[in-house]
């Protein structure tokens, strides 16, 4: 059982940062407001998209804490500091509408998930795996921010 909360509270953990951070980041209002490229999804696909991402994220993050090996507070930190920095983006791009710097953030953003990524590998496979699909998407919306600034 205790077990099963762990996964549950790893789980929520950064559901709750993207929703503080949509919150903070007023997107519903905000999302409208400037030029978007034409490959840019509808609306409905991001809280969606983010959902299963963040709880994969969560899960991933669960496989390395309850790992016993030395590494794991490295790559726990690694995840914290990435998970700040993807709440920071939100708040840069959609409420301070600072497209270039939303642009950076999103290339340091992948980096260090690049870096989480090997850190989770040297610990644990399937929970390094969880993470492609965060980066991926992380790369589909550093391309979205640049075009965002391009017609902006």
Known sequence: MKKIKELIISIIIPNVVGAISAFLSKIKENSNTFKQPSFNPPGIVFPIV???LYTLMGISSYLIYKDNTTYKRRALLLYAVQLFINGLWSIIFFRFKQFLLAFIVVIILILL????????Y???KTSAYLQIPYLLWLIFAAILSYSVYTLN
């Open 50 to 52: 983010w959902f299963v």
């Open 113 to 120: 998930t690049i870096y989480m990524i090997i850190e989770y």
């Open 122 to 124: 040297k610990i644990n």
